[in-house]
Structure formats: C-alpha cells, structure tokens
C-alpha cells in the first residue's frame, strides 16, 4: 500500500469526504488524566493508532507510533505504516483527530466549477482523450476503500462490455497514471474518468447500481460513438441528455 493510497484510505474509511476530516475518538477530557501534558499526549497519540488500527486499517496494515508533540494548538502525531512515515493531528481534549490537515496558506485555488451530466459527472470540455484510435478510462481506487468496493466491480462489468471500444486503465490499489489522477481528482477516492470527458470522485451508491449501470454505460458509448451498438441502444434515451 503506497503512501498516496494509505492517506485517501484513511480518510475514506473514516467516512470524510470533505475538508475537515474528523474522527470522533470519545477520549475523556484531560482532567481525568493523570501526569504531565507529555504524559497525556502519549496517552492521547496511543489511543489515536489504536483506533487506526481497529477502526480504518482493520487488518490491512499496522500503525506504530514513532512520536508526539504539539503544535497549531493540536497534538501532532507521526506514525509508520508499511515503511511509509505518516503524520495526523489530534485536538488537546484526545477527542477528534484529523487523519490529513490542510493548510490554506498553502492550498491551490479551488477549479472553476464544471458542468455536470449523468450520474454526478463533471464535464470537461477539451478533446477525449486516446490510446491509439481508442477512448481511455480510468478507475481509481484502493481495497481499503469501502465507496471504492461498491463502485470497482460495477465499473469493470461495465468496461468488459467495452473491451473492443475503449483502453481501461484499471488503477486499483495501483500508484499509476497519477498526471491523470492529479487533474481530475481532488485526492479522494474512487476516481473515475472517460476519456478525460467526464469525470466524478465518488461512487454513485446514493443513486442504487441499477441507476449506476446505466449512467455510466451510457457516458461511455458518448465517448465511443455509440458503440458498440447492442449495449448502446439500450441507453439511447440516456445518451441523448448527455452534454
């Protein structure tokens, strides 16, 4: 598991989809600790990869703390994780911690807001993107990811239907095409892109699988030419509302 996949996962697996990723750790305030403020860092930081390790890895690794100490008024805390070193900040009463933090200062522009079709799916207005004479669509996921698990086998069903018309690019727990990733994903997870067309970060379980199916067969012959024709006269309806 590479470092990119384990933060995404961290945060996906927490059930944060947005800034502020928190995590409700249920702590007890820091009047019933007893020791110094170093004391109960430690306290707080071990508490904090226990509930990594039962509650979001769930046996798909193991966190060790490797050191705790303050700062921006938070307990910060670097752990190893599969020879990756990582870093999650923690509130000084131990009850929320941030499994990735995001400094503003810092922080890129948000993208002009696109246009959306289908299922949830933003529109890119530049050409379709190929290999040789064949649309390319990628999936990115990872196995620790519970939206990715719902969303991966609906995908690749989809995408063998469309073996003969498109290049898939199966990024499954995968540190691959990572260009792509950058530009059309805002780092969570899963990632989908056709044809570098329409694209969405998240999966469509809101919508049930049936309504999942037909968007996205339908998005993909738009970028096929409606082939091949067996599949896509199935959504024609669908099709004729794409952007």
């Known amino acids: ?21 928190l995590v409700y ?9 007893s020791g110094d403020n170093a004391q109960f860092g430690q306290q707080i930081a071990e508490k904090a990869i226990n ?3 039962n509650n979001i890895l769930r046996g798909n690794g193991t966190a060790s703390l490797v050191d705790v100490g303050e700062e921006n ?13 990582m870093e999650s900040y923690i509130t000084k009463d131990g009850k929320f911690l941030f499994p ?19 299922g949830s799916f933003s529109v890119n207005n530049g050409e379709i993107c190929k290999e040789g004479d064949k649309p ?25 239907k469309f073996k003969k018309e498109v290049f898939f690019r199966d990024n499954m727990d995968l540190q691959a095409d990572e260009d792509i990733f950058n530009k059309y994903s805002t780092g969570g997870i899963p990632t989908i892109v056709l044809g570098c067309k329409y ?28 082939n091949p024709s067996d599949i896509c006269d ?7 509302q794409i952007q």
Do not use: H
């Open 1 to 21: 598991m590479n470092k990119k996949t384990i933060t995404m996962a961290l945060i996906a697996v927490a059930g944060v989809l947005v800034i502020g990723a």
């Open 25 to 33: 750790l249920n702590y007890p305030d820091k009047s019933g600790i």
């Open 51 to 53: 509930f990594i390790n």
């Open 73 to 85: 008024g938070f307990y910060k805390i670097k752990f190893s994780l599969q020879g990756n070193e």
């Open 100 to 118: 990735e933090v995001i400094n503003l200062e810092e922080t890129s522009p948000v993208a002009v807001e696109t246009d959306t079709t289908l």
């Open 136 to 160: 390319v669509v990628y999936f990115f996921g990872s196995k620790t990811c519970p939206y990715c698990n719902w969303e991966y086998p609906i995908f690749k069903t989809i995408m063998e």
């Open 199 to 226: 694209y969405r970060v998240g999966s469509g379980e809101t919508g049930g699988e049936e309504a999942e199916i037909k968007n996205i067969t339908a998005l993909t012959c738009k970028i096929t030419g409606s």
């Open 234 to 240: 199935e959504v024609k309806d669908l099709i004729s």
